[in-house]
């Protein structure tokens, strides 16, 4: 069982609607990432927050927004999205703080398509 | 620029046999940390192995080792005993000191009965 736990698996959306992404963390991990990943494509890093402030932004299109409410949470907040936004969405969790030794735990991500 | 390179885009292996997946980086930072992952077609992400750059021992995990060749920035994913399951995406990636982690564009690896 993954300790990252996501929802929803799957997600059908239309360009018009508004809908968040959810990732829940309870390994006490501070930093929290959001990865977008495309078929046959290694991830692809969209946020990083650490310490509950964000700290990297892949310049990432403004209709992606990420929230990081508490330490074990981190959502992704999706409007106004383009077909070509369909992917996978991964989140992942790590110790943070440089913490090299600290390999990232992912979810099992979020498919998400854009009608 | 900090980057990831894995040469080989697909593997076709028989099982049983021992497998080595390539990755070299490119970094000049003095600390980072070098991992492999899994992912299987349901498209979970797998943590298998990591190697730190001051570790001076090669790392291993079951049947995963790392082949960490440091003046050579290459750290191999050795499978020993290949089984059907290990077909897979893998991932090579390095964790720098901003905690971002970049990754290789992968290997899909098959094997075979």
């Known amino acids: 069982d993954t300790e990252v736990t996501q929802t929803p698996k799957h997600l059908v959306m239309g360009m018009t609607n508004k809908k968040s992404l959810k990732c829940e963390q309870h390994?006490?991990?501070?930093?929290m990432y959001w990865y977008k990943q495309k078929a046959k494509k290694p991830p692809e890093l969209m946020f990083v927050?650490?310490?509950?402030?964000?700290?990297i932004n892949e310049s990432v299109p403004s209709r992606f927004s990420p929230e990081c409410p508490n330490s074990s949470l981190l959502n992704l907040h999706l409007h106004a999205l383009q077909p070509e936004d369909s992917a996978l969405y991964l989140c992942?969790?790590?110790?943070?703080?440089?913490?090299?030794?600290?390999?990232?735990?992912f979810g099992n991500g979020t498919r998400l398509t854009v009608t | 620029a900090q980057k990831i390179t894995q040469t080989q885009p697909g593997m076709f292996v028989q099982e049983k046999e021992a497998v080595t997946l390539d990755c070299t980086y490119d970094?000049?930072?003095?600390?980072?940390?070098l991992f492999w992952y899994k992912q299987p077609s349901s498209g979970e992400m797998i943590f298998l192995i990591y190697q730190g750059s001051y570790d001076e021992q090669n790392a291993t995990e079951g049947r995963y080792s790392l082949n960490f060749q440091k003046a050579r920035k290459s750290a191999n994913l050795v499978i020993s005993a290949s089984q059907l399951g290990d077909s897979a995406m893998y991932f090579c990636?390095?964790?720098?000191?901003?905690?971002?982690?970049?990754f290789g564009k992968g290997t899909r690896l098959h094997i075979l009965p």
């Open positions: 390994m006490g991990h501070r930093a």
């Open positions: 927050y650490s310490y509950e402030k964000l700290s």
């Open positions: 970094t000049s930072d003095q600390s980072y940390g």
């Open positions: 990636a390095m964790m720098r000191r901003d905690d971002k982690i970049i």
């Open positions: 992942a969790s790590s110790q943070g703080r440089r913490s090299y030794n600290s390999p990232l735990h």
